[in-house]
RNA sequence: GGCCUUAUCGUCUAACGGUUAGGACAUCGGCUUUUCAAGCCGGUAAUCCGGGUUCGAUUCCCGGUAGGGUCACCA
């Protein structure tokens, strides 16, 4: 029986705190959290912390400061509690055991007599036998009573095809091999995730659960729980994977996928990142790309989220964050690049030819490493090769950058900016008959002292009337 | 190996039986009267293969092929 959907939409992220954050995990968090905000219902945070050997310290606070980071603030969650509190598996012990009798007197859970290694021998024996393992093929005729000390299995009550509707993938279905006896509650007493999950999404009133496409396979145990729970089961969103960038493999944290917390180490923005997230997988229609995040919970849909994997794309990834640094005011762009550059660079004019240069703030540093800003207070070296244009004689390029200088000192130092510039460097090329080159090159060199700098106008405006005519005279003094 | 699932430019995708198969990123070329960057304009580039259904298949069905997932006291 599926949930009815005329009650309040609620979604839920459940991570397991075993170590960081990663992409694809955030992009499952980023479309439950659309979802509940679209229909105004409520996104929940839950940690599924029952792999105590797996745990990881510090993952908890992690995860939560990269959910936070990218905007996907949880209305119920372990730090902030709500009425279905509390949100660690670890803390509802006494759920799983509650419905665990209520599975033993219905004579479908018992106790697991063999050892780890016994049922190591049959796995082992059904993997030669290129069969797929089956605990249930063991199932002991009679198990001892269960007093925590062993696993409790689920007896599957009927093996049959299951079939499902899954709000991504349509009909979805699987035969009895997908059924098995999976344990409940382990030998330390904590529950697996196949069936603290279930207990928890009923009691957290899930009504859509969001998940990868690594559960579809399990998705038939779940059922097999619901029903001899009898309880109502939440909608399925399956979702497809994410891919590595250059193999066809899903995005493991083996193949490249990074903690999400990197991200802002290299100075992307979170709404780009939600940006391009979202659209990994999923898509509105039309032809926009650039949706702020009010935009996305309006439009997102359940029934457009794709059904293949989609490869991870960096390039795509800069493009959104750059159309983003563009989309930034004037206060917070300066604010931004200011963070990432050394006092004596942290020059207002300088922002401008920066935020054209980047990307991502983080390709400031590399600007900053290069040397690409140094022009601003160091005076460069010259060299005449580089100061010459193309097969302009000596002469020529003296008379060039003497013009310059004088023309540039007709201009009054408060009108000394871009546009005076080009104006009184255009003029000399057109009073004189030169190739622009000849002149915009030298004058661009002297002022640089770089292969590949910004245009000669603008570093004039940056250097002011004085530098620029000092840094000319010193050229042509070089010369001589 | 069993089971599940997927398949449109290099990549992300649009087209819910009829389109010159559209857009974006990347790439290539041009313009922006010097370089680089940015910007603008333009180009190259795709329906996995084979059957069927249909007047007509990217679209529906079947079979291949290829990819992905799964077969834990992990989630």
Redesign the pocket.
């Known amino acids: 029986m599926d949930k009815n959907t005329n009650t309040k939409v609620i979604t839920r992220f459940?991570?397991?705190p075993?170590g960081f954050m990663h992409v694809g995990g955030i992009r499952t968090a980023l479309y439950a959290y659309l979802w509940a905000k679209k229909n105004n219902g409520t996104f929940i945070l839950r940690i599924?912390d029952?792999?105590k050997?797996?745990e990881v310290p510090g993952s908890i606070e992690h995860i939560m400061k990269a959910l936070k980071w990218m905007g996907l603030d949880w209305d119920e969650g372990p730090d902030i509690g709500g009425p279905n509190a509390p949100y660690k598996q670890s803390e509802r012990l006494e759920s799983y055991k509650k419905y665990a009798q209520i599975l033993i007197k219905k004579g479908l859970a018992y106790a697991?007599p063999?050892?780890?290694e016994e049922?190591e021998v049959f796995?082992k024996k059904?993997d030669e036998e290129?069969?797929?393992?089956?605990?249930r093929e063991h199932r002991p005729d009679n198990p001892p009573i269960w007093d925590g000390s062993?696993?409790l299995r689920f007896k599957v009550p009927l093996i049959k095809r299951y079939e499902w509707n899954d709000l991504v993938?349509?009909?979805?279905?699987?035969?009895p091999?997908?059924l098995?006896d999976?344990?409940l509650i382990?030998?330390?007493g904590?529950?697996?995730?196949?069936f603290?999950?279930v207990i928890d999404d009923l009691e957290m009133q899930i009504t859509h659960v969001m998940r990868g496409?690594?559960?579809?396979?399990?998705v038939p145990k779940y059922l097999s729980l619901y029903d001899a729970l009898e309880i109502e089961r939440p909608l399925f969103a399956t979702l497809?994977?994410i891919?590595g960038k250059d193999?066809?493999?899903?995005l493991?944290k083996r193949d490249g996928a990074k903690d999400v917390l990197d991200y802002p180490k290299e100075g992307y923005l979170p709404e780009a990142m939600m940006n391009f997230l979202a659209?990994?997988?999923?898509?509105p229609?039309?032809?926009k790309?650039i949706y702020t995040k009010d935009e996305l919970i309006n439009v997102f849909d359940i029934s457009?989220i794709?059904?293949?994997?989609?490869?991870w794309?960096d390039?795509?990834l800069?493009?959104i964050n750059?159309e983003y640094i563009?989309k930034l005011s004037t206060n917070e762009l300066k604010d931004k690049i200011f963070e990432w550059l050394p006092e004596e660079l942290k020059i207002e004019k300088l922002i401008s030819v920066i935020t054209?240069?980047i990307?991502k703030f983080g390709d400031i540093k590399t600007m900053v490493d290069t040397g690409e800003l140094d022009f601003y207070y160091k005076k460069p070296n010259y060299n005449k090769d580089k100061l010459t244009?193309k097969n302009s004689t000596e002469t020529a390029l003296s008379n060039n950058l003497n013009n310059a200088v004088s023309s540039l000192s007709e201009i009054d130092e408060i009108n000394f900016n871009k546009e005076t510039v080009?104006d009184s460097l255009?003029k000399i090329?057109?009073a004189t008959g030169i190739?622009?080159?000849e002149i915009?090159?030298p004058v661009?060199?002297a002022l640089s002292g770089?292969?590949?700098?910004?245009?000669?106008?603008i570093l004039s405006e940056i250097l002011g009337k004085n530098e620029t005519i000092e840094r000319l005279n010193n050229a042509i003094n070089f010369l001589k």
């Open positions: 459940a991570p397991s075993t599924e029952t792999d050997a797996r697991d063999y050892t780890e049922v796995r059904a290129k069969r797929p393992f089956l605990y062993k696993p993938f349509g009909n979805l279905s699987a035969g091999e997908a098995d999976f344990i382990k030998s330390d904590y529950p697996t995730y196949n603290a999950h496409q690594e559960f579809i396979s399990s497809p994977p891919m193999g066809n493999k899903k493991g659209f990994l997988g999923w898509n229609g039309g032809e790309e457009r794709g059904h293949s994997g989609a490869q794309n390039d795509k800069d493009w750059k563009k054209e240069r990307s244009y080009k255009n090329i057109s190739k622009s080159g915009l090159h661009r060199f770089l292969d590949k700098s910004p245009d000669p106008f």
